[in-house]
């Protein structure tokens, strides 16, 4: 069987950001699956522009057109977000905005962390901006509340709870992921202009 390609962004870029932890985690509990190879996406080194160009300009900026083939490669996506005042990170939505065709017909997991809510509001919001793109939005999460308290020193989240999590999504994106693909290469995805 064919190894799927799966991008985990990193969605925050925020300075001292926890980000990387859960990043990190997720990545190696999906990289221990034959089935996928994982490619992280963190949107603080790819240094996206924070200003869109204009419909029709088809001169993208180079930092943008570093991260297409890699998003373009990807065969489904796992979003890594905090939450901000109750929605995700602006950069992490311009970053999303930047891109149309690299995200259709693919499914799109999240992990998120954050407070009480464990970032489930932002998550809720990304659900929304995917759908608009074409995007098929994994139910199932992983979710963290109070994330402080719940990874070790070691980067891993205490208790099992947080990896059969993690299993569940993976196993679900990789069935996803494979019929989309599937799907993609019988029939191209019908690209409407915006």
């Known amino acids: 069987m064919d190894r799927l390609h799966l991008g985990v962004i990193v969605g925050s870029t925020r300075a001292g950001r926890f980000a990387p932890v859960v990043a990190n985690w997720f990545a190696d509990q999906a990289a221990l699956r034959a089935d996928l190879t994982v490619d992280v996406i963190d949107l603080a080194e790819a240094g996206l522009p924070d200003r869109l160009g204009d419909f029709g300009d088809d001169s993208a900026p180079r930092e943008v057109g570093v991260l297409t083939p890699r ?76 994330y402080w308290d719940q990874f070790g020193t070691d980067g891993n989240p205490a208790g099992p709870q947080a990896g059969r999590a993690a299993g569940l999504l993976l196993d679900r994106i990789t069935w996803w992921a494979r019929a989309l693909k599937e799907a993609r290469d019988k029939h191209p995805y019908a690209n409407a202009a915006a």
């Open 71 to 146: 998003l373009a490669d990807a065969d489904g996506f796992v979003v890594v977000t905090p939450e901000y005042n109750r929605s995700f990170p602006a950069p992490l939505k311009t970053a999303i905005d930047w891109y149309g065709a690299e995200w259709q017909a693919k499914p799109v997991g999240f992990v998120s962390y954050g407070g009480i809510s464990g970032g489930l509001r932002a998550v809720e919001q990304l659900r929304l901006v995917f759908a608009e793109l074409h995007a098929t939005t994994i139910r199932d999460t992983v979710s963290f509340a109070n």
